[in-house]
């Protein structure tokens, strides 16, 4: 297998980080996964991640027999050190530098840094983030011009050729709907819907059309609009 065709994908146990698992499925011979454990206020995606793995593996046989370890990290520095609506119990609100306090200072800066230093000893040559500037403007960790030059840095930093791939950096939630759809079909698109976890406040209560959340915090706005424009879309075109 050339080391070329290997990727490790930053798997959160949400919708975003699954469709790119599905990505790098498509086009890896071998895939691995790696989560964090933060200290984030939605601890629960942790808990729904190796269920949603085993729904992966269960979608296709192809990618049953590409998939293969999954790492997880203690980062619980990330909610030592700092104060935001997702590593603390107050409310989401907008700050005065204009963006939102679910902003996690860092957060994908230590992500990739981290996944790159596991990538450089497993030999894996890839990293895949669902980071998207189409959605999350507000977050500067998610921008293109940081991957790019975060990608320069960590290869200057480690004598390596890692490539960081951001599938999602110019979809809306609707196109992450259909771009699941394309690579796993509805079995994908089901398992997205009832398994992952994508609300800020952790909540898992009642399933919606959608999926699971409060259904009022900014990931599940977007989620649940994404979502009923993607439904909009298959029934138009039926």
Known sequence: MPASDTAL????????????????????????????????????????RPGVL??????KPEWAQRLGQDH???LSVIAAISDTALTQDVEIA????GLPNTFVPGRNLL???????????????????????TDFSGYPDCRDDTMKALQV??????????KLETPLMWLDKRQTWELAQQLGGAGLVELIRSSTHTCYLGERGVLHDWGYGCGHCPACALRARGHQQFIAGEQGSV
Do not use: K, P
């Not at 907008?94 to 530098?97: C, F, G, Q, S």
């Not at 840095?153 to 890692?162: D, E, F, K, P, Y």
């Open 111 to 133: 992500f990739m840094t981290v996944a790159a230093t596991l990538a450089y000893r497993r030999g894996l040559t890839v990293l895949v983030g669902g980071m998207c500037e």
């Open 153 to 162: 840095t960590l290869n200057l930093g480690m004598a390596t050729r890692l």
């Open 54 to 59: 085993d729904g992966v593996r269960s979608t």
């Open 94 to 97: 907008m700050l005065e530098n």
């Open 72 to 74: 997880v990290i203690d």
């Open 9 to 48: 994908v930053l798997f959160s146990g949400g919708q975003d980080s699954t469709t790119c698992l599905a990505w790098a499925l498509e086009r890896y011979s071998s895939v691995e996964t790696i989560g964090f454990d933060y200290g984030q206020r939605h601890a629960i995606e942790m808990t729904v």
